[in-house]
C-alpha cells in the first residue's frame, strides 16, 4: 500500500478547490485561489508545483487534477493523529472523540452501522 503524502492545512483547504473543481485550468484555479483564499497568481503556481514533485497532483498542459483523493488525505491526516496522540488505541481515540462530542441518534447509528459492515 503507497504512502499518502502529507498535505499541510493551506494546500489542503487550496486541494479542496481542485477536488471541487478537477479537472481545472491553471489561471482559472489562480483566480479561484485569489477569491477564496486571497492568494496571488504566483502563490497558487509555487503550491501546484510544490504539490506536484510531492505526487498530489498532475499537471499537463495546464490542466490541473489530483493524484490523491479527500478521502486518503483525510484518512492518513486520522491514521498519524491516532499514532501520535493515541499511540495507535483506536478504541481510546474513539472514547476521547465521544467524550467531547454529543452524538445525536442518525450519528450513532451510522457509527454501528459501520461497524457492522467493517465486521462482516
Request: charged share 35%.
Amino acid at each position: 500500500m503507497k504512502e499518502t503524502p502529507k498535505v499541510f492545512e493551506s494546500e489542503f483547504k487550496f486541494c479542496l478547490i481542485v477536488w471541487r473543481e478537477e479537472p481545472v485550468k491553471s489561471t482559472e484555479l489562480a483566480k479561484m485561489c485569489e477569491t477564496e483564499l486571497g492568494w496571488k497568481k504566483a502563490t497558487t503556481y509555487t503550491v501546484i508545483k510544490r504539490l506536484t514533485e510531492r505526487g498530489i497532483l498532475k499537471s499537463e498542459n495546464a490542466t490541473i487534477t489530483s493524484l490523491v483523493s479527500k478521502d486518503e488525505v483525510q484518512a492518513a491526516e486520522v491514521d498519524a493523529l491516532v499514532e501520535k496522540t493515541f499511540e495507535g488505541n483506536i478504541p481510546s481515540f474513539v472514547a476521547a472523540f465521544m467524550s467531547s462530542r454529543k452524538l445525536n441518534k442518525d450519528e450513532i447509528a451510522k457509527l454501528k452501522k459501520m461497524i457492522d459492515d467493517y465486521e462482516g
